[in-house]
Each structure stands twice: as structure tokens, then as C-alpha cells.
T-cell receptor, first 117, second 112 residues
């Protein structure tokens, strides 16, 4: 079955340190890829997306992600963490759902990012 | 534009009670979705709609029903609530199946 895997349900970084959140997917067809962020008690907000073209995608709040087809990965990075980055991050991939006969957005289980002062 | 709105924001039910969650979008999107979010489980698709008058089952449809009588509204119903349905429910909409989904703020439901 096609799936989206986020490595690490909880990641802690120090303020100012590099943020790296990992996402791998299984798909034989080049997908559309997304990262969403969820702040406490809020809905999901799009951080960035890859559809076609340049594989390094820049998003809001200084985040970026690189689509690596050979590694089936779409890891999210930010050079310097800020306290306001503390949130839960979801990777999502448009995968073919054979049961539905259409593409559907499949979410990873999420990674909660804590930023230590 | 309000985007995607959900009503109510919070609700507490007793086992066996029924309720309807309302989702509305003002972006003229064809596709609408209902998800539930539980700790450590990510978002799981309950039902979705590809247009007015159409609905389809997602990953976890049991115990829920939906209706899309108007393009801008997508209703999620619980006929007989169970404690296992305690969750945060999110509605989303999109222009197509492969693009970005826009999310509402969520409804926190507790079933006692």
C-alpha cells in the first residue's frame, strides 16, 4: 500500500539550531508533495508545496524542502529555529488510491517540534 | 473571504446522542473532505465529496454520514455517538484532487 512516513513523532531542537523533519513516501508515480503546520488548537496551514519544476521549494517562515525522487523523500528544513516554530508538522503526498479510483491526499502521522530556549 | 469555516467549535455529547457538524467554504471549490485527528494517528479521511450531490467513503467512514446538498456546504452527521468518536474533526476543501487542500479551524468533540 502506498504510504507517507514521517521519521520521529517528536523532535526537539535548541533555538537557533537547524530544523530537519523527515518525510518519505512510497509511490511509483511522481507525486505532489506538501508540508502543513498546525499550531496548538488551530487548523492546518500550508507551509510549502512541490508540484513540478524546481525540486528545492521555499515556503513561509523560512522553511524549505527538497524533493528527491531517487530517495522518495521530501524533508523539511529551516537553518535556524525560532521559538515560534514550535508546532506539529505534517507531510502530505498526493497518492493514487486504487479503491477510490482517484488521487487522494495522504498524510503522515505528524512530527511535533519543540524548540528549547 | 472567510475560507473554510466549521460549526460548532466545541461539543460534548452523551453516548447515543446525535449531532451534525457543518462545514462551509466560500472558494467555489468542487471537492470537500472530512477528517478526524487523533493523537499519533495523523489525519484520517472519513468521507469526501467531489461535487454537489455526491459523496464517497474515505478511510474511516463507519458511524458517520455526510451530505452535500449545496456546493458550499458539507455536513457530517453522527447518528449515535460513541466514545470512540471523541476526536478533533477537520473539514477541508480543494479545487481538484491533486492540489492543495484548505482547512477549517476544527471541531473538538467529546463523547461521554
Amino acid at each position: 500500500a502506498q504510504s507517507v512516513t514521517q521519521l520521529g513523532s517528536h523532535v526537539s531542537v535548541s533555538e537557533g539550531a537547524l530544523v530537519l523533519l523527515r518525510c518519505n513516501y512510497s509511490s511509483s508515480v511522481p507525486p505532489y508533495l506538501f508540508w502543513y503546520v498546525q499550531y496548538p488548537n488551530q487548523g492546518l496551514q500550508l507551509l510549502l508545496k512541490y508540484t513540478t519544476g524546481a525540486t528545492l521549494v521555499k515556503g513561509i517562515n523560512g522553511f524549505e524542502a527538497e524533493f528527491k525522487k531517487s530517495e522518495t523523500s521530501f524533508h523539511l528544513t529551516k537553518p535556524s529555529a525560532h521559538m515560534s516554530d514550535a508546532a506539529e508538522y505534517f507531510c502530505a503526498v498526493t497518492l493514487w488510491a486504487s479503491g477510490a479510483g482517484s488521487y487522494q491526499l495522504t498524510f503522515g502521522k505528524g512530527t511535533k517540534l519543540s524548540v528549547i530556549p | 473571504n472567510a475560507g473554510v469555516t466549521q460549526t460548532p467549535k466545541f461539543r460534548v455529547l452523551k453516548t447515543g446522542q446525535s449531532m451534525t457538524l457543518l462545514c462551509a467554504q466560500d472558494m467555489n471549490h468542487e471537492y470537500m473532505y472530512w477528517y478526524r485527528q487523533d493523537p499519533g494517528m495523523g489525519l484520517r479521511l472519513i468521507h469526501y465529496s467531489v461535487g454537489e450531490g455526491t459523496t464517497a467513503k474515505g478511510e474511516v467512514p463507519d458511524g458517520y454520514n455526510v451530505s452535500r446538498l449545496k456546493k458550499q456546504n458539507f455536513l457530517l452527521g453522527l447518528e449515535s455517538a460513541a466514545p470512540s468518536q471523541t476526536s478533533v474533526y477537520f473539514c477541508a476543501s480543494s479545487r481538484g484532487t491533486i492540489g492543495e487542500q484548505f482547512f477549517g479551524p476544527g471541531t473538538r468533540l467529546t463523547v461521554l
